[in-house]
């Protein structure tokens, strides 16, 4: 199984991103889903989360600019970024809670994407 994570760029303070990670494989089911975030010289944190069943928490430092969102149907989750500051710059990680079959088997991991980098600056 896989995510990949796409949709960063370079944009001015004050502008929006959509970011979007897929997952794909032998896909069972896909459960919890979040959004991480890793700035140069800072430890990873998290950004926000969100259950199969739609709910949401958020960081502090997100809440009412970011917004969570995922497609069941297609393994995906979202993050629709607005309002952006220079401090958001980082590169971004998605995860997701997965179980797939590998072989005969059914495996249950949480699975990382491979970052999308988001640069704030005018």
């Known amino acids: 199984v896989q995510l990949q994570a796409y949709g960063g760029g370079l944009v001015q303070p004050g502008g929006s991103l959509r970011l979007s990670c897929a997952a794909s494989g032998s896909i069972v089911t896909v459960n919890g889903m979040g959004w991480y975030r890793q700035a140069p010289g800072k430890q990873r944190e998290l950004v926000a989360t969100i259950t199969r069943s739609g709910s949401t928490d958020y960081a502090a430092s997100v809440k009412g600019r970011f917004t969570i969102s995922r497609d069941n149907a297609k393994s995906t989750v979202y993050l629709q970024i607005n309002s952006l500051k220079p401090e958001d710059t980082a590169v971004y990680y998605c995860?997701?809670?997965?179980?797939?079959?590998?072989?005969?088997?059914?495996?249950?991991?949480?699975?990382w994407g491979q970052g999308t980098q988001v640069t704030v600056s005018s």
């Open positions: 995860n997701a809670d997965v179980k797939y079959y590998s072989g005969s088997a059914i495996v249950a991991r949480l699975q």
